[in-house]
């Protein structure tokens, strides 16, 4: 929704939030070898570093901050984003791999 410059209310985040912990804490009672503790620690790693690029969204649109809430390309030049992206796409390898796999990108 934010990629397309859409509205998004506190309360979807939230939500979306909610979600996310949810599935983490599910994982983190399935996780039983010590591969799915560290790949636990990446998924973690992932969900704190994506609320705290989407807590710093909800500032700039609360600022009225131009150059990140209505720049068509401020989405495609973040350095923030370009890492949780290219983690989220580490993650989903490795973990239909089965096979744990480190990268810097989900630290």
């Known amino acids: 929704m934010i ?10 985040a939230q939500d979306d939030h909610g979600r996310v912990m949810t599935s983490i804490r599910q994982a983190e009672v ?6 799915d503790l560290h790949a636990l620690q990446l998924l ?11 807590d710093s969204v909800f ?7 131009g150059a990140m809430t209505v720049d068509p390309n ?6 923030a984003l370009a890492k949780i992206r290219s983690c989220g796409q580490f ?7 089965g096979a744990f796999a480190d990268d810097p990108s989900c630290h």
Do not use: C, F, H, I
């Open 59 to 65: 500032a700039a649109r609360q600022a009225l901050n």
């Open 44 to 54: 973690e790693s992932e969900a704190d570093k994506l609320a705290s690029w989407e």
């Open 74 to 79: 401020a989405l495609q030049n973040d350095p």
């Open 3 to 12: 990629t397309y410059g859409l509205a998004v209310s506190d309360t979807w």
């Open 91 to 97: 993650l989903n390898a490795m973990l239909v791999s």
């Open 30 to 35: 399935a996780a039983t070898t010590e591969d």
